[in-house]
């Protein structure tokens, strides 16, 4: 709910009055909060303040960005306060230090506080002293002040960047003269934004300060906001009732603690109850006064206040002419003064001379005694000083001079990264402004780094807008373990998951290898990466003919246990079971009969529910083969997955995935899904800088239908939906250069992936 509160103020007499009506609100989520005195306060002035300070009133407003608790605005409120009150010195220098060290607060608390958890906003004060008022702008926070119906804002155009961004405060000051009439209004950017100029004409002119906040509570309902209003009024005189502890209030109209009033004041009969209409009669009687705008005033009342204005004016003409007089009195001192000194001199002077002119005693005549000759020079280290000296000179004064010119260059290139901050912030979350400013403003702070490497503001501002960027393009930072390294980069391997190992086989080189999990992630050494098979190799009686694809069935559609399968070029099958092996500890391979079709191209090799799947390439359009296991092999003839061939033949396929859909991998990237043998909806779009050269794709058959394409050209793995919408983008620092191929497994949150030779386990964001 808003708060409101009401203040007198004095203008040096002791016969008028001024009252100074404050109110304030605070929005968030479409409601009025009930502590917006958080926010938005008259900050009173302590028992002790120091010198300077006495008979200032300060009118405070924090408007936060990003995560302001209740606490951190507090604690805001209590810096600017003990701050303010306890500098000494003048008006701006309280508020500059005031500024500074709200500022410097809020940058260390970013500092030491998580991007999610980082506040910034904006600072508004007001200072009244007798007319004057002095308005001080931090950060994206502004004033405006409505008089004689004309409004003006401050700052008027211009942008200033959020408090907390960096380690100097953007700071503006203004001063006006505050009259009877006058409103002040201290609000977010926000609000103005959503009222406009005219909305704020409408609304702040307004009688009483309780209808403007009413206005300003529509204009702004659609928005998050703070606001402080305040106006200036003429005020009845208050007389205390009995028992009424009385306020003396200062020339601003904060009240001061005074002493107790032990009795009510003679001839006040009847208590004045605040907010109940008052007579002109009885507002006499009570000793309140009739302000100039009461229609009814009496001319009784008229004469007393002309006799206050010429009483006024009198005594302000006689303090000017006692300090003209006083002026006219330290002029005349000062040159009695200087005349004195010169005639001092004058006499001291003639006296000497007079002295030397009488005759007197013969002076000593003293004997001259010889010098010592100069040393000899030596003209070569002579020369040797004066070019050396030079040189010197001019080497501390460039060296100076680039030192100087280093500094400044990188506070200005930080000044405009927090500018571009500042106008990324006012931009929204996703939008492209936004993302332009972002850019830039990394850009500024790359420039800042070179200059200044180990600076912690640049490296904080460089994590804030890396984030920004990283939050715009969804993009999520995986970190690696290397699990092996085959020492060469081959876009031709496979990779192949299973709960007990990783499978990797390298069409190219002709080799097929096991490697060990480790849950841990330490990685696997040498030794024990095993290699099963190679091209050449005897198996069954039959040489191993040229690698294709591999794939892990699972014991699920007949098969009696789990193996891995190796598919060769000529057709054959071969089957790894883990768990059995030779006498010797060799792996043990078993070759399996498989019903090939004439003239077939196989080009890669899936399972799903224990059937085997062959991705055959003729030229005749192509096909996809399914085989049923029986047992754990497959002796049946195949059956086609297509019925009819599909509108693009699989001539120029590379490879497929399967989680009971089937993804198909073209040559030129495209990526097509099929259920039944009929073509499904899936179309690759969204992809921030869209999809360059895939060196794979991964499914999990068992986990939520998300695709996993590796984008060999832009460094990255990017994750679809099932339909191919872009999901998000990971990336890993320094690497990524050369994917060669991917597994995913969603149920344990793991991802690997190959990249040039080495093989990589990253835990899923």
Request: aromatic share 6%; with cysteine.
């Amino acid at each position: 709910m808003p708060d409101a509160e009401g203040r007198l103020i004095t203008d040096g007499s002791a016969d008028t009055a001024l009252e100074l009506a404050v109110s304030t609100l605070w929005f968030a989520d479409g409601r009025a909060l009930h502590n917006a005195g958080l926010v938005a306060t008259i900050l009173p002035p302590p028992a002790k303040a120091a010198r300077g300070r006495q008979g200032d009133g300060l009118l405070f407003l924090f408007d936060p960005t990003g995560t302001g608790t209740p606490d951190l605005c507090r604690e805001v409120r209590e810096v600017v306060t003990e701050v303010y009150w306890s500098t000494v010195g003048s008006v701006t220098t309280a508020l500059r230090r005031a500024a500074s060290i709200t500022n410097h607060y809020l940058f260390e608390h970013n500092l030491n506080s998580e991007p999610s958890r980082r506040c910034y906003g904006g600072l508004a004060c007001a200072v009244l002293r007798d007319e004057d008022l002095f308005l001080l702008q931090a950060g994206p926070a502004w004033a405006c002040i409505l008089q004689a119906g004309k409004l003006q804002c401050f700052p008027d155009e211009e942008k200033l960047a959020h408090l907390g961004i960096g380690p100097v405060a953007d700071v503006r000051l203004h001063h006006a003269f505050a009259a009877i009439g006058d409103t002040l209004l201290l609000a977010s950017p926000a609000l103005l934004r959503a009222a406009g100029r005219d909305g704020l004409l409408r609304v702040l002119p307004r009688d009483e300060v309780g209808g403007v906040v009413a206005g300003l509570r529509q204009l702004g309902a659609d928005v998050d906001f703070a606001a402080l209003v305040a106006r200036w009024k003429r005020a009845p005189r208050v007389v205390e009732s009995e028992g009424r502890e009385p306020r003396r209030v200062n020339r601003s109209g904060i009240p001061s603690p005074v002493p107790k009033v032990s009795s009510r004041p003679r001839g006040l009969r009847e208590p004045v109850q605040p907010g109940q209409p008052v007579s002109q009669e009885r507002a006499l009687k009570a000793g309140f006064g009739v302000s100039e705008e009461s229609p009814d005033r009496t001319p009784k009342a008229r004469e007393s206040a002309l006799g206050l204005d010429v009483r006024r004016k009198l005594k302000g003409g006689l303090h000017h002419v006692i300090r003209g007089l006083g002026q006219v009195w330290h002029l005349v001192a000062a040159v009695g003064a200087g005349m004195g000194a010169l005639g001092k001199w004058l006499i001291g002077a003639a006296g000497t001379t007079v002295r030397g002119m009488l005759p007197g005693a013969e002076r000593k005549t003293y004997r001259r005694v010889g010098r010592r000759p100069p040393p000899e020079e030596n003209r070569t280290v002579l020369i040797a000083v004066a070019v050396g000296v030079p040189v010197l000179v001019i080497g501390v004064v460039v060296a100076a001079h680039l030192m100087f010119a280093a500094e400044s260059r990188f506070h200005g290139v930080m000044k405009q990264a927090e500018e571009h901050i500042a106008l990324a912030q006012a931009a929204g979350v996703d939008s492209e402004d936004a993302r332009a400013h972002w850019e830039r403003a990394l850009q500024q702070i790359e420039t800042a780094a070179t200059l200044q490497p180990n600076d912690a503001s640049a490296q904080a501002l460089r994590e804030q807008a890396q984030g920004a960027l990283d939050q715009l393009d969804r993009i999520q930072r995986l970190t690696l373990t290397q699990l092996a390294d085959f020492g060469s980069s081959n876009v031709e391997r496979r990779l192949v998951f299973s709960d007990q190992a990783l499978f990797v086989l390298d069409s190219r080189d002709g080799w097929g290898a096991r490697v060990p999990l480790d849950r841990t992630d330490t990685g696997a050494e040498s030794e024990n990466v095993v290699v099963l098979v190679r091209t050449g190799q005897q198996i069954g009686g039959e040489e191993v003919d040229r690698l294709v694809d591999c794939a892990w069935a699972d014991r699920e559609g007949g098969r009696q246990s789990g193996a891995l399968l190796v598919l060769e070029q000529d057709g054959g099958l071969m089957s790894y079971d883990p768990a059995w092996g030779s006498e010797s500890g060799a792996p043990q391979l078993t070759r399996l009969k498989l019903s090939v079709p004439e003239h077939g191209k196989p080009v890669a090799a899936g399972t799903y529910e224990g059937q085997f799947y062959v991705l055959d390439g003729a030229e005749n359009g192509g096909q996809i083969w399914r085989y049923r296991p029986q047992g754990n092999a497959y002796p049946r003839p195949p059956e086609p997955y297509f019925a009819t061939p599909p509108d693009r033949g699989l001539d120029d396929a590379v490879d497929m995935a399967i989680d009971g859909h089937i993804y198909v991998l073209y040559g030129d990237g495209t990526v097509e899904k099929f259920l039944g043998g009929e073509r499904q909806q899936f179309e690759v779009r969204d992809v921030p800088g869209g999809i360059g050269e895939i060196a794979g794709l991964a499914v999990d058959r068992r986990g939520s239908g998300a695709v996993y394409v590796a984008d060999r050209s832009n460094d990255r793995i990017v994750e679809l939906y099932p339909d191919g919408r872009f999901k998000a983008q990971l990336l890993a620092e320094e690497a990524f250069g050369a994917l060669e191929a991917l597994a995913v497994s969603e149920a344990e949150r793991r991802l690997y992936v190959l990249d040039e030779g080495r093989l990589h386990a990253a835990s899923l964001p």
